[in-house]
């Protein structure tokens, strides 16, 4: 995963520049996630990663819930994958507070709503701060949507991964009639293109292997 995020760092500024992301607020956030130490990954022999398509687990695996997902599901989640799009800081302190883990990823659009809104430490060990930077300390996850993250942090902490809720077993498929901003739209692109690419470059399969 080191040398995945190396090289997304190599084209991580051009990339924020194409998708239309605010350069210099992220510049000023990034030097802030530098103070937050890497904290260490749970580790499952499996994972169920739960999208917001008629989520319906299939297995007994520990559950990582996509972002908006848990307003669905109705158990608290192990694990919680957000950017506070579509979780909210209830969503996070539920989760923390049952003894699950929340990879919270931050960046220029979210960082200081999270530090300002959420009623706990973000240096909590229960959240684990994520980051598309791969020279900062939290960990580097090379995505840009929160079902591609969940997906590639699953395959980092569990030796099986399983996919439900996505549509038509797709990461990203956006849903008919679904007004999309042009930057998500951009976002979720490019990140399933990178994605694809970069397991089959450097896992040597291809996600249906992994994840099958």
């Avoid at 109705?74 to 209830?90: C, H, Q, S």
Wanted: charged share 20%; net charge positive.
């Amino acid at each position: 995963m080191q040398g995945l995020c190396q090289e997304w760092g190599v084209r991580c500024l051009s990339i924020l520049k194409w998708i239309g992301a605010d350069i210099e607020r992220d510049r000023k956030v990034a030097s802030r996630l530098q103070l937050f130490e890497r904290k260490e990954l749970p580790n499952y022999s499996c994972v169920e990663v739960i999208g917001p398509y008629e989520p319906m687990p299939t297995t007994s695996c520990p559950k990582m819930v996509v972002d908006g997902a848990i307003k669905i599901i109705k158990e608290v989640p192990e694990l919680l994958v957000t950017d506070l799009d579509g979780a909210t800081v209830e969503d996070v302190v539920r989760t923390v507070n049952s003894g699950g883990t929340v990879f919270l990823h931050l960046h220029g659009d979210n960082y200081f709503e999270a530090l300002a809104r959420i009623p706990l430490s973000l240096s909590h060990p229960k959240i684990i701060i994520t980051t598309q930077h791969p020279a900062l300390r939290p960990l580097c996850v090379p995505a840009f949507s929160d079902g591609s993250r969940a997906i590639v942090i699953a395959n980092i902490i569990a030796k099986r991964v399983y996919i439900t809720g996505f549509s038509n077993n797709e990461i990203i498929k956006i849903p008919p009639r679904k007004l999309i901003h042009p930057l998500k739209s951009r976002k979720l692109s490019y990140s399933r293109t990178y994605e694809v690419l970069a397991w089959q470059r450097y896992s040597g399969q291809s996600q249906e292997q992994v994840n099958g």
